[in-house]
C-alpha cells in the first residue's frame, strides 16, 4: 500500500474528527440558549459517520475511508426547570433548555481529540517509514 493512501485514509478520520469537535464546540456554546431564531430551545447536533469506500483496493482488500453524510438533531428529552422571572419562562414558570448534557460533552470532546491523535500518529509513523527509505536509499 502507497504512502499517500494510508495519509488519504488518515486523512478522513481527521477531518471527520475536526467536525465533531466543531458541533461539540456548538453544543456546550449553546448549552443555556433558551430561545433560538427558529423557537424554542437550542437543538443539540451529532454528526453521523459512515463507512466511505476509498475505490481502491489492496491485495484484493478494499481501502475505507470516514464520511459524515449528515447531521442530525439530537432526540434527547430537553431539560424543565422552573424559573418564573426568566424572560423566556411560560405561563407556569417554567423554562426549557437544550438537551445539552456538559459532562456528556466533555467526555466526547476527550474521545474526539484522542481519535484524531491516533489519526496524527498514523501520519507521523508514515513519514518516519518514508523517511527511513530515504535513508536506505541513500546508503545504497
Given at each position: 500500500?502507497?504512502?499517500n493512501?494510508i495519509?488519504?485514509?488518515?486523512?478522513t478520520?481527521?477531518?471527520?474528527?475536526?467536525?465533531?469537535?466543531q458541533?461539540?464546540?456548538?453544543?456546550?456554546?449553546?448549552?443555556?440558549?433558551?430561545?433560538?431564531?427558529?423557537?424554542?430551545?437550542f437543538?443539540?447536533?451529532?454528526?453521523?459517520?459512515?463507512v466511505?469506500?476509498?475505490?481502491?483496493?489492496?491485495?484484493?482488500?478494499?481501502?475505507?475511508?470516514?464520511?459524515?453524510?449528515?447531521?442530525?438533531?439530537?432526540?434527547?428529552p430537553?431539560?424543565?426547570?422552573?424559573?418564573?422571572?426568566?424572560?423566556?419562562?411560560n405561563?407556569?414558570?417554567?423554562?426549557?433548555?437544550?438537551?445539552?448534557n456538559?459532562?456528556?460533552?466533555?467526555?466526547n470532546?476527550?474521545?474526539?481529540?484522542?481519535?484524531?491523535?491516533?489519526?496524527?500518529?498514523?501520519?507521523?509513523?508514515v513519514?518516519?517509514?518514508?523517511?527511513a527509505?530515504?535513508?536506505?536509499?541513500?546508503?545504497?
Open positions: 500500500m502507497s504512502f493512501k495519509l488519504d485514509i488518515a486523512a478520520g481527521m477531518s471527520a474528527q475536526r467536525l465533531r469537535v458541533l461539540i464546540s456548538a453544543n456546550v456554546a449553546n448549552s443555556e440558549t433558551t430561545r433560538t431564531p427558529a423557537g424554542g430551545p437543538v443539540k447536533k451529532d454528526a453521523v459517520f459512515q466511505m469506500p476509498m475505490g481502491e483496493t489492496v491485495d484484493g482488500m478494499p481501502l475505507f475511508g470516514v464520511n459524515y453524510p449528515q447531521i442530525h438533531d439530537s432526540h434527547d430537553f431539560i424543565y426547570k422552573y424559573e418564573p422571572g426568566h424572560p423566556d419562562a405561563e407556569d414558570g417554567i423554562v426549557v433548555y437544550p438537551n445539552v456538559p459532562i456528556e460533552e466533555v467526555v470532546l476527550t474521545e474526539a481529540a484522542r481519535s484524531f491523535d491516533a489519526n496524527v500518529n498514523v501520519v507521523r509513523a513519514r518516519q517509514m518514508g523517511q527509505a530515504l535513508d536506505i536509499l541513500r546508503t545504497s
